[in-house]
């Protein structure tokens, strides 16, 4: 049987970033940021496309100048109810002029906004419009002073910024917001987040920043995340890679999903593949990977090369198959059909949507006779 595992997640006040309800009983959220010039609309929209089919429940857009603050809000116009958070720093007129344009949360960094009249103002924007602030705080950006008390930032360096920050807000009684502390080394990051967790109610972003390109950054905000989430830390989380936006978006996901925190569009159960393989697996892995992007609903689907863990684990999914001469394929945990490699993604491509397909009719019959 599968692991049936249940994570205890943190309790945090409930915000909301448009339509995505952040903290308290919601499942985390994936979030990513577009690479592109905020002022070329079309690159960017098309991005914010991109993440939201790869499943992103929220984008941050850089909003570094009032001309990228007027091409933000023909970004929101096009991309309809996508949440979106404007990342601001330094200008506070920028986050003035990006939540009259519509976006759903300021990311700014208090510290650097430009003192606290210009912060009061920022402040009293957002609660006009009703939006949330992200407080990010950095080990890279770290104030002059906390740097020269601490030597080098730290845990405790990041979460005294974070209070100060905290407590800007406090005083101007404005308590919907969600914080960060993210460094590029994982044990500062976790014990940072643990430090903070402890002290205030606010839901938390997780993300181990500038963690690298796509293979070692991936590793290193699966440990990070990993160790955090499954202490219950974390609301929203970003994996910040040296890559496409649409991985971040992906490997949020897997971490999600191989914590049983979130589930989304078909999980592959693979092996490595050796030599007692009976068919390419890493091909056929692959192939699947790419005929199931479009698909949203979870389902389990092992693919195993041999008959030494293939039966198991097919058995346990609800389909799979085990190499064999032919393979065999199984339905609901039975031997329903043989597959020879030629027709084999073929054939588990077109069971996987049958299955889909009969669930959706089935929910649809239950919708029907509940309105009846």
């Known amino acids: 049987m599968r692991s049936t595992h249940q994570i205890q997640r943190r309790k945090s006040r409930q915000i909301r970033v448009g339509r995505v309800a952040v903290g308290g009983d919601a499942p985390v959220a994936?979030?990513?940021?577009?690479?592109?010039?905020?002022?070329?609309?079309?690159?960017?929209?098309?991005?914010?496309?991109?993440?939201?089919?790869?499943?992103?429940?929220?984008?941050?857009?850089?909003?570094?100048?009032?001309?990228?603050?007027e091409a933000f809000g023909e970004i929101r116009k096009q991309v309809g109810y996508t949440p979106?958070?404007?990342?601001?720093?330094?200008?506070?007129?920028?986050?003035?002029?990006?939540?009259?344009?519509?976006?759903?949360?300021?990311?700014?960094?208090?510290?650097?906004?430009?003192?606290?009249?210009?912060?009061?103002?920022?402040?009293?924007?957002?609660?006009?419009?009703?939006?949330?602030?992200?407080?990010?705080v950095n080990a890279g950006s770290l104030e002059r002073d906390l740097q020269e008390k601490y030597g080098e930032p730290n845990a405790d360096a990041l979460v005294e910024s974070a209070l100060r920050h905290i407590d800007i807000l406090d005083r101007f009684d404005f308590p919907d917001f969600k914080i960060s502390l993210k460094a590029s080394d994982v044990f500062m990051t976790v014990d940072a987040y643990r430090k903070l967790a402890a002290r205030i109610d606010q839901p938390l972003h997780l993300g181990i920043t500038e963690a690298g390109g796509q293979r070692a950054g991936s590793v290193k905000s699966a440990i990070g995340l990993g160790m955090l989430l499954a202490e219950g830390i974390g609301d929203t989380l970003r994996v910040s890679l040296a890559a496409d936006p649409v991985e971040e978006v992906r490997?949020?996901?897997?971490?999600?999903?191989?914590?049983?925190?979130?589930?989304?569009?078909?999980?592959?159960?693979?092996?490595?593949?050796?030599?007692?393989?009976?068919f390419n697996v890493i091909e056929t892995v692959a192939e699947l990977e790419q005929r199931f992007e479009d698909i949203d609903e979870s389902m389990d689907v092992a693919v195993i090369g041999c008959v030494v863990n293939g039966p198991g684990e097919a058995r346990e999914a609800t389909l799979g198959v085990a190499g064999g001469?032919?393979?065999?394929?199984?339905?609901?945990?039975?031997?329903?059909?043989?597959?020879?490699n030629a027709d084999l993604?073929?054939?588990?491509?077109?069971?996987?949507?049958?299955?889909?397909?009969?669930?959706?009719?089935a929910d649809d019959a239950d919708d029907e006779g509940r309105g009846a």
């Open 30 to 69: 994936v979030q990513t940021m577009t690479s592109t010039d905020t002022e070329d609309v079309d690159a960017t929209v098309a991005q914010i496309k991109a993440c939201m089919k790869a499943g992103a429940d929220i984008v941050r857009v850089s909003v570094p100048t009032l001309k990228a603050a």
């Open 84 to 136: 979106l958070v404007a990342d601001i720093h330094f200008n506070y007129k920028c986050g003035i002029a990006a939540a009259e344009a519509g976006a759903d949360c300021l990311r700014i960094n208090p510290g650097n906004i430009g003192g606290e009249k210009k912060i009061a103002e920022v402040v009293a924007c957002a609660r006009a419009h009703r939006i949330p602030i992200r407080v990010g």
């Open 251 to 278: 490997v949020g996901w897997d971490i999600l999903k191989s914590l049983h925190l979130r589930s989304r569009g078909i999980n592959l159960i693979a092996c490595p593949s050796c030599s007692r393989q009976n």
């Open 325 to 340: 001469y032919p393979n065999s394929v199984y339905v609901d945990g039975e031997i329903a059909h043989k597959a020879h």
């Open 345 to 361: 993604v073929d054939r588990l491509e077109a069971l996987v949507r049958e299955r889909l397909a009969a669930r959706r009719a």
